[in-house]
Nanobody
Framework: QVHLVESGGGLVQVGESLTLSCEASGMLYDWHILGWYRQAPGKQRELVAT???????DAAASVKGRFAISRDDAKMRMTLRLNNLKSEDTAIYYCNARGKGEEYWGQGTQVTVSS
């Protein structure tokens, strides 16, 4: 079992930055692929970025070059650095861990980008 808790969301202006954190508890292994997803009002949840235990990352085209994902398994933590935020980045951001048939979600943290 893995328990995930996000933090760091808030209200920012267009062009500003924010760092989201995901703290994990339980049995987190390097074979878990960690990721961030987001869901904007009236839209489906979408993938933002993922990172493997070997540090291989992937990101949605809409955030490439602006968002950066990282993980520290020793500290059981994953972060998402959001730079140059746009109004369309407004969403609830969810932390995810999956692997070997397991999948876990956090409760989400709200990011609101105001113009």
């Amino acid at each position: 079992q893995v328990h995930l808790v996000e933090s760091g969301g808030g209200l920012v202006q267009v062009g500003e930055s924010l760092t989201l954190s995901c703290e994990a508890s339980g049995m987190l292994y390097d074979w878990h692929i960690l990721g961030w997803y987001r869901q904007a009002p009236g839209k489906q949840r979408e993938l933002v970025a993922t990172i493997s235990g070997r540090g291989i990352t992937d990101a949605a085209a809409s955030v490439k070059g602006r968002f950066a994902i990282s993980r520290d398994d020793a500290k059981m933590r994953m972060t998402l650095r959001l730079n140059n935020l746009k109004s369309e980045d407004t969403a609830i951001y969810y932390c995810n861990a999956r692997g070997k048939g397991e999948e876990y979600w956090g409760q989400g943290t709200q990011v609101t980008v105001s113009s």
